[in-house]
């Protein structure tokens, strides 16, 4: 096995580890027996428990980043003036509830787990909020806001606000399924669909049939 796999043994069952305990409660040895790698192997590749938490919430946030940046920009356009489609919304839905579906160690340890750590609630924040940064244009779309390089404060807001909106009920509504996995992938979907897009796409015909929108 070289370093990288190794590595990517451990991540993996890390994941595992901090999904099924929470940080706090998480331990090296038993990431290592996990892994099948004596603690010291984990230490060469990560020094310390926090370490490795970070990397992991970085990992597991870009894996989502890109999911959305592929879903969410037009094929053959990629313009951020052009409002998505129901359908467009309905398929990006249904690609980040599969990826939920299908990884539901990395989505526990994103959403669900708390700790009482100041420095690591620090870095999970820090994380959350580089992603939201990287991801407001294409969240911007749902709503039909151009959110170019430098927009005013008062656009940069409302997308944030419609990112929001979009991460609380996604979360929300994925966090209820894991606990009711015998609901099909396609009813969460459509319920995802309803409570999110049908009021944004209210919200954007009104914006574009005021006679002050541009």
Do not use: N
């Not at 370490?51 to 992991?56: D, E, G, N, S, V």
């Amino acid at each position: 096995m070289s370093a990288q796999q190794r590595r990517s043994v451990i991540e993996e069952a890390a994941t595992e580890v901090f999904a099924a305990h929470g940080y706090q409660r998480a331990s090296m040895e038993e990431i290592a027996r996990r892994s099948g790698v004596s603690v010291p192997v984990v230490y060469d590749h990560f020094p310390s428990k926090r370490r490795l938490h970070r990397r992991l919430l970085e990992k597991h946030f870009a894996a989502l980043r890109q999911l959305w940046r592929e879903r969410l920009s037009k094929t053959g356009s990629g313009d951020v003036h052009d409002q998505l489609s129901t359908e467009e919304v309905a398929s990006a839905f249904d690609a980040w509830f599969h990826h939920i579906e299908t990884h539901p160690y990395a989505w526990r340890m994103l959403f669900r787990d708390t700790t009482g750590e100041t420095a690591v609630r620090e870095d999970h924040r820090e994380v959350i909020e580089a992603s939201r940064d990287a991801l407001l244009p294409f969240f911007a779309r749902l709503v039909g806001i151009p959110l170019l390089e430098a927009p005013d404060e008062e656009t940069r807001i409302e997308a944030e606000m419609a990112w929001e909106v979009c991460r609380s009920a996604l979360q929300g509504l994925a966090l209820w399924w894991l606990d009711h996995p015998e609901v099909p992938r396609g009813k969460v979907v459509a319920a995802a669909v309803d409570a999110v897009w049908t009021g944004f796409e209210r919200s954007s015909a009104t914006r574009r049939s005021s006679p002050d929108s541009p």
